[in-house]
């Protein structure tokens, strides 16, 4: 059935949520998704292969077939209109997907975890040498005791699958913010949420990058009053009113 609300806005929109790294669906995306869900959106809230949970347990091309396939389920339960949003490494990878996947837009929530940046790659790169030498030698499908990166915690110890951690650790991978920007597809466009509190590398990082998107009228740059755990649910109502006006806009 499709919710009353959704109807009443015109044609219903569903929205992926993916949360940020080391994070679940229940933590700093859930009040987000609620809105969402109170708002008549249909909403999926993933838990993600960067996910305190997962810890890299597939690679890059598996986690977009699992939005893909998301999308799909969406669609089945009535959605006309689809978005798909994430918060941190969520938004790094919603950016990635602007390139790949069928969507009406995407939304990045404070993205970062650029892994080809000078100070990133410092952190990991003996981890990620590392594991390229475990797939080398066979052992790529054997979880591993590995290092990631954030930037409120510090490096960490993560288990993972070497194999898809070398995917998601490549500078010129996924998780290439540039690169992801500069190949996403003009005709989806990017609402980008940069929180006027965020990392100081963040605020310095994302105007840039913003400006690699392919030109589209209804990509935004909009700055919430948050820092960077308090942006998603600082964004609830303009993420609304931005994929309505896209949503209503794209209709035939």
């Known amino acids: 059935a499709v919710p009353l609300a959704a109807v009443a806005q015109g044609e219903p929109i569903g929205i992926v949520i993916m949360d940020g790294k080391g994070g679940s669906p229940t933590g700093l995306v859930a009040e987000l998704a609620r809105t969402l869900e109170g708002r008549g959106y249909l909403v999926a809230n993933l838990d993600m292969p960067w996910s305190g949970r997962r810890n890299y347990d597939v690679p ?6 699992e939005v893909e396939a998301t999308l799909a389920g969406l669609r089945d339960k009535g959605a006309k209109k689809l978005f798909i949003a994430g918060h941190s490494q969520g938004g790094a990878f919603a950016l990635h997907l602007a390139g790949r996947l069928s969507a009406d837009g995407m939304i990045a929530i404070a993205p970062g975890g650029d892994v ?3 100070f990133y790659r410092e952190k990991v790169s003996a981890a990620l040498a590392r594991a390229q030498g475990l797939v080398a030698q066979g052992k790529g499908a054997e979880p591993a005791q ?3 990166f954030e930037g409120s915690r510090g490096s960490y110890p993560v288990l993972a699958v070497p194999a898809a951690y070398v995917t998601w650790f490549d500078p010129q991978g996924a998780m290439n913010m540039e690169r992801a920007a500069a190949a996403a597809n003009p005709g989806v466009p990017v609402l980008w949420i940069a929180p006027t509190r965020d990392y100081p590398a963040l605020r310095r990082a994302n105007p840039s990058y913003f400006r690699t ?3 589209n009228p209804r990509n935004r740059f909009t700055e919430p009053n948050a820092d960077h755990r308090g942006a998603p649910t600082a964004s609830a109502d303009e ?7 896209v949503a209503g806009a794209s209709r035939p």
Do not use: H, Q
């Open 213 to 215: 998107l392919p030109a």
């Open 60 to 65: 890059v091309s598996r986690a977009e077939a």
């Open 146 to 148: 590995l290092e990631d």
């Open 239 to 245: 993420i609304v009113r931005w994929t309505r006006e």
């Open 116 to 118: 080809s940046t000078p």
